[in-house]
């Protein structure tokens, strides 16, 4: 069983910085991907920022430049670094991971519980 624990959201101002973290722990022999993606009241769920399979990141074109992805491979552990917060970042933030448990099972998708990240005066 694989499980992602997010830790890091809260009520920032406009203008803020958060830290956001994500562990995967249990069964994982292999990570493929594992990033952030993110989903405000009455809209999609869309991707903020992740690692791909070839350790390249990828980041939506509105948090370029203000949001750093990385990660800790020894602790299977990425953080997702927000600067320059604005209103409209104010969304449940949820980890999700691509993952083979064990050598001979399949890749996997798993989602984390989210996190809130509220951006407010």
């Known amino acids: 069983q694989v499980q992602l624990v997010e830790s890091g959201g809260g009520l920032v101002q406009p203008g803020g910085s958060l830290r956001l973290s994500c562990a995967a722990s249990?069964?994982?022999?292999?990570?493929?991907?594992m990033g952030w993606y993110r989903q405000a009241p009455g809209k999609q769920r869309e991707l903020v920022a992740t690692f791909t399979s070839g350790g390249n990141t990828n980041y939506q074109d509105s948090v370029k430049g203000r949001f750093t992805i990385s990660r800790d491979n020894a602790k299977n552990t990425v953080y997702l670094q927000m600067n320059s917060l604005k209103p409209e970042d104010t969304a449940v933030y949820c980890c999700h991971a691509v993952i083979r448990p064990f050598s001979a099972s399949p890749m996997l998708a798993y989602w984390g519980q989210g996190t809130q990240v509220t951006v407010s005066s």
């Open positions: 249990g069964s994982i022999f292999s990570i493929y991907a």
